[in-house]
């Protein structure tokens, strides 16, 4: 569903950065941004609803992902003219999907397929999506001005250790362990537990469980005073 050139680049762009506060306009993805308390204060009213609107649980994680992968990623919405690699690839995605399920849509028929193909595709995306944003929005991870942003604390620091049960961590390729992934993407992702096991320091990032993975979802806005992520409810009584 993903053209990969595109993808490629956006990833890359993730990890110059991730948790960066001053780095939230320069069209990198919502999942890698984060604004400020302050300045989402300072918001016109129109834009603060965007926002609101935008990094609300339920639209962040439910609604935008099999939007994203479904319709969003069938265009270059995001890809310069003269990046013509880029652009090919999402034409050559595409032209393999219309293959792929015209020719199940034929076998099979076309509603048969839709109604199997399309709930889990979304479902896909949906757990694909929160597994990998909601390991830079826990509470605790840090988040940096860009004078302060380095790579190594951004790695250890602004992103998790999200400890899914033994089963799921195999199902998911060990990405619970983003931290790793963020302080060197080269090191395969089945050889990222046993580098956990090896080195001691690595133990001591941000943790989340899965129920706080699930409650991590609400957190929206990064508060300089307290030094940590807090939800919309918060930072409005704070205001109060």
């Given at each position: 569903?993903?053209?990969?050139?595109s993808w490629?680049?956006?990833h890359?762009g993730?990890?110059t950065?991730?948790?960066?506060?001053d780095?939230?306009d320069?069209?990198v993805?919502?999942?890698?941004?984060?604004?400020i308390?302050?300045?989402?204060?300072?918001?016109?009213r129109?834009?603060?609803l965007?926002?609101?609107?935008s990094h609300d649980?339920?639209?962040?994680?439910l609604?935008l992902?099999?939007?994203?992968?479904i319709l969003?990623?069938?265009?270059?919405f995001?890809?310069?003219?003269?990046?013509?690699r880029?652009?090919r690839?999402?034409?050559v995605?595409n032209?393999?999907?219309?293959?792929?399920f015209g020719?199940?849509?034929l076998?099979?028929g076309?509603?048969?397929?839709l109604a199997v193909?399309?709930p889990?595709?979304?479902l896909a995306?949906?757990?694909?999506?929160?597994l990998f944003s909601v390991?830079?929005?826990?509470?605790?991870t840090l988040w940096?001005r860009e004078e302060g942003?380095t790579r190594?604390?951004?790695?250890?620091?602004g992103?998790?250790?999200l400890r899914?049960?033994?089963l799921l961590?195999w199902?998911t390729?060990n990405?619970?362990?983003?931290?790793l992934?963020?302080?060197n993407?080269r090191?395969?992702?089945y050889?990222?537990?046993?580098?956990c096991?090896?080195?001691?320091a690595?133990?001591?990032?941000?943790s989340?469980?899965?129920r706080?993975g699930l409650?991590?979802?609400r957190?929206a806005l990064?508060?300089?005073g307290?030094?940590?992520?807090?939800t919309?409810?918060?930072?409005?009584?704070?205001?109060?």
């Amino acid at each position: 569903m993903t053209p990969y050139a595109s993808w490629r680049r956006q990833h890359a762009g993730h990890h110059t950065m991730w948790n960066n506060l001053d780095r939230h306009d320069t069209g990198v993805d919502i999942y890698s941004t984060c604004l400020i308390v302050a300045e989402y204060r300072a918001l016109p009213r129109w834009r603060r609803l965007g926002y609101r609107i935008s990094h609300d649980p339920l639209v962040m994680n439910l609604l935008l992902p099999p939007f994203i992968f479904i319709l969003l990623y069938r265009l270059p919405f995001d890809t310069p003219k003269e990046q013509r690699r880029e652009r090919r690839s999402v034409l050559v995605a595409n032209l393999a999907l219309v293959a792929l399920f015209g020719g199940l849509g034929l076998v099979l028929g076309f509603c048969e397929v839709l109604a199997v193909q399309l709930p889990v595709i979304a479902l896909a995306a949906i757990i694909g999506v929160w597994l990998f944003s909601v390991q830079h929005k826990g509470e605790s991870t840090l988040w940096a001005r860009e004078e302060g942003w380095t790579r190594e604390s951004a790695a250890l620091e602004g992103s998790t250790w999200l400890r899914l049960p033994r089963l799921l961590q195999w199902f998911t390729g060990n990405i619970g362990l983003h931290h790793l992934h963020h302080l060197n993407p080269r090191i395969p992702n089945y050889r990222l537990q046993r580098c956990c096991e090896a080195i001691p320091a690595l133990r001591q990032a941000p943790s989340l469980t899965l129920r706080g993975g699930l409650a991590a979802m609400r957190y929206a806005l990064w508060d300089e005073g307290l030094q940590r992520m807090v939800t919309f409810r918060a930072a409005g009584r704070a205001a109060a």
